[in-house]
């Protein structure tokens, strides 16, 4: 019943090259998105017409609708309470939601699954370390905003903060986290073309995926250790008994051990790798170098870097050896040559050292 459908659903690819030919995968179908808003209200009452429309409507328009009926919602919700970090509270959700629908959406309409499974399952893993990293500092308690937008606030007033609001925290942030997704729609169609066995790059880049999700987890757990410790330390004086950190670590107040004596923003790193990584298998699946889901994956690239920059921005402010930290360690990727701050004492005790050295003999060669 569903199969004579799929020819008014998703285009029939004959070719890998044919799923990544946008006039042939996405165009045809955007009228569909004008149209999915009435229909959806005529059918609101009715589940089984609900999931037929589901079905005959193409799995990415139905994606970008979500994301455009989501940027709504966050919008309204965001300027009631006068609160931005209502996308950051979804940014764990939504790209779960997305890559599970188009696995969902693949095993109602009787498609190749298999591949979409295996998006899906490392998308939740990915999910749930976000998710449950952003709850344990408190994100989801009411009222609480990222301290970036904060500083934001104050420089950009009331009128400018709506106009950013409407243009990137609302709308833009949630069309970037439909479109970092949309290399799973790729993958959807090559499976109509390749089937459901699963290939090499199929096996790699999930467990590709998983280590970069392993990176993350390490990181938000150093992170979130060190923090608790100098907390500890701040309001009793005294480094904790259990605390692996130093003295001076704690007075630095901010981490530079583990994986952060290597990286920066080690879990940034690991981030944006893991979006990269879906879109190289879309790119590998389809035997093409780019194709047009290269947007998600570079839109999230320029994200991290621009709000890397402004946090930093404000850390050198408020600690004064971050600058050397930069000149140290790299801001995602190790340096070629990379120095620990924990050395920083030892060269400036030998610095110290040979000053003391210099000072001695120029004294000697004056009394001679």
Not at 20 to 43: E, K, M
Not at 155 to 166: E, I, S
Request: hydrophobic share 40%; aromatic share 16%; with cysteine.
């Amino acid at each position: 019943m569903i199969t004579p459908l799929l020819s008014l659903t998703v285009p029939t690819v004959k070719t890998l090259a044919d799923c990544t030919d946008f006039t042939i995968t996405v165009s045809p179908y955007l009228p569909q998105l004008y149209a999915l808003p009435r229909q959806v209200f005529a059918r609101i009452n009715d589940f089984n017409a609900l999931k037929e429309l589901y079905i005959t409507t193409n799995p990415l328009i139905t994606a970008l609708a979500f994301a455009l009926f989501l940027a709504s919602v966050v919008l309204v919700v965001s300027e009631v309470n006068k609160n931005y970090s209502q996308v950051d509270r979804l940014w764990g959700i939504i790209p779960v939601l997305f890559n599970s629908h188009y696995a969902l959406w693949a095993h109602l309409a009787g498609l190749p699954a298999q591949r979409l499974d295996h998006v899906m399952s490392v998308s939740i893993l990915w999910g749930m370390r976000l998710t449950f990293n952003y709850w344990r500092k408190g994100g989801y308690t009411i009222g609480s905003e990222d301290y970036r937008w904060e500083v934001v606030k104050d420089y950009t007033g009331p009128f400018w903060m709506f106009g950013l609001n409407v243009a990137f925290i609302s709308l833009g942030q949630c069309l970037l986290l439909f479109a970092i997704t949309t290399p799973t729609y790729i993958l959807l169609l090559s499976g109509r073309v390749i089937g459901d066995e699963l290939t090499t790059y199929d096996n790699l880049f999930p467990k590709v995926m998983f280590a970069l999700i392993v990176v993350e987890f390490f990181s938000d757990h150093q992170q979130w250790y060190f923090y608790g410790a100098r907390e500890e330390y701040r309001s009793t004086a005294k480094v904790p008994r259990d605390s692996i950190y130093t003295r001076e670590q704690l007075d630095r107040g901010f981490n530079t051990s583990g994986l952060w004596a290597w990286s920066r923003h080690p879990n940034f790193a690991a981030e944006q790798g893991f979006w990269v990584c879906l879109y190289q298998w879309a790119c590998c699946e389809s035997f093409t170098f780019a194709n047009w889901t290269f947007a998600g994956a570079f839109g999230y690239l320029i994200l991290f870097q621009a709000s890397t920059w402004f946090t930093e921005l404000i850390s050198a402010r408020k600690y004064p050896e971050y600058k050397i930290y930069q000149q140290r360690v790299g801001r995602f990727l190790p340096k070629p040559k990379t120095r620990s701050m924990e050395e920083l004492k030892k060269e400036e005790k030998v610095e110290e050292t040979k000053g003391k050295r210099e000072i001695k003999g120029s004294g000697k060669t004056k009394k001679r």
